[in-house]
Structure formats: structure tokens, C-alpha cells
Nanobody, 113 residues
């Protein structure tokens, strides 16, 4: 399984970005029941969970991103998304998608003030 994240970039505070993570080689049942979720790691800090989505589509978010970020999933494309709105400088981080056993390479999000 290879998790490929994309969509990061440089954006001004208040702007939006949409991240994608494609799970190459992951079978559908695994993607639905144990698929990837979103994490981030800011400079000098530990990796933290950002958003997750369960098999029935229920979502969960870190308090710091609630109301601004939305996770979604396209099972047929084996892809999860993270729509990030109202971005803040403190959202600057390397964003990863990962499962219990696999991690993507990350995509860098930089929010300027």
C-alpha cells in the first residue's frame, strides 16, 4: 500500500486548500474499515491527529480545526480529502495521511499572516 498525499501549498491566512490522499494498492474493504485519516506535524512539534472518518462516514476533528476543516472520502477512488477553510498561520504543518501500518510522505501547508 502506498499513501500519496497532495494539494499542499502556500496560502494567505483566511484562504482555503483541499488536500487529497490516494491509497494505492488498498483493497476496498480495508479502505472502508481501516482506511487512512489525516494528521499533521508542525515544526518542532509532535505529529497530531487532525481528522478521521469511520466506515459509516462519521467524522471526528481536532478541536483546533472544528468548523473549518472537512474530511471526506471517495471509496471508488480510494481517496480521502481534507477541505481546509479559514486557514490560520498555526495550521502551517506537514500534513500526512496514515493508517495503523502505513504513512504517506506528507504534503506541506504554509499559511502566511
Amino acid at each position: 500500500v502506498q499513501l500519496q498525499a497532495s494539494g499542499g501549498g502556500l496560502v494567505q491566512a483566511g484562504g482555503s486548500l483541499r488536500l487529497s490522499c490516494k491509497a494505492n494498492g488498498m483493497i476496498l474493504s480495508t479502505f472502508i474499515w481501516n482506511g487512512p485519516n489525516w494528521y499533521r506535524q508542525a515544526p518542532g512539534q509532535q505529529r497530531e491527529p487532525v481528522a478521521s472518518i469511520t466506515s459509516d462516514g462519521s467524522t471526528n476533528y481536532a478541536d483546533s480545526v472544528k468548523g473549518r476543516f472537512t474530511i471526506s472520502r471517495d471509496n471508488n477512488k480510494r481517496t480521502i480529502y481534507l477541505q481546509m477553510n479559514s486557514l490560520k498561520p498555526e495550521d502551517t504543518a506537514l500534513y500526512f495521511c496514515g493508517t495503523e501500518t502505513d504513512w504517506g510522505q506528507g504534503t506541506l501547508v504554509t499559511v502566511s499572516s
